[in-house]
């Protein structure tokens, strides 16, 4: 069946990076549109970076200059480098996928999802 396991989250300064990764299975990766949500307490889930199965990139405002989404088809793994992090980046990191390029991050139609990552930034 399909898995989608996150990893990389933690607790850092203002200014600090982090790198996320998404490692994938039970389909054929390659072929799927892949994304990056994020949900803080008390708000609801956001789209973060989309990357389709043709390597095109679509960022949330508020992370493009910031965050950069890639993927390993090789490896069947999702990347999030998170530079310059602030303190209202601070949220559940979810990586999804679905075969239907077009929903990039409107999150409510994704078929799959990991489990989320806890990232926290302080000031």
């Known amino acids: 069946q399909v898995q989608l396991v996150e990893s990389g989250g933690g607790s850092v300064q203002s200014g600090g990076s982090l790198r996320l990764s998404c490692a994938a299975s039970?389909?054929?990766?390659?072929?799927?549109?892949m994304a990056w949500f994020r949900q803080a307490p008390g708000k609801e889930r956001e789209g973060v970076a989309h990357?389709?199965?043709?390597?095109?990139?679509t960022y949330a405002d508020g992370v493009n200059g910031r965050f950069t989404i890639s993927r390993d088809n090789a490896k069947n793994t999702l990347y999030l480098q998170m530079n310059s992090l602030k303190p209202e980046d601070t949220a559940m990191y979810y990586c999804?996928?679905?075969?239907?390029?077009?929903?990039?991050?409107?999150?409510?139609?994704?078929?799959?999802w990991g489990q989320g990552t806890q990232v926290t930034v302080s000031s």
């Open positions: 999804a996928a679905d075969n239907r390029w077009w929903l990039k991050l409107n999150s409510g139609p994704y078929n799959y």
């Open positions: 039970g389909y054929t990766y390659s072929s799927y549109s």
């Open positions: 990357i389709d199965s043709d390597g095109i990139i």
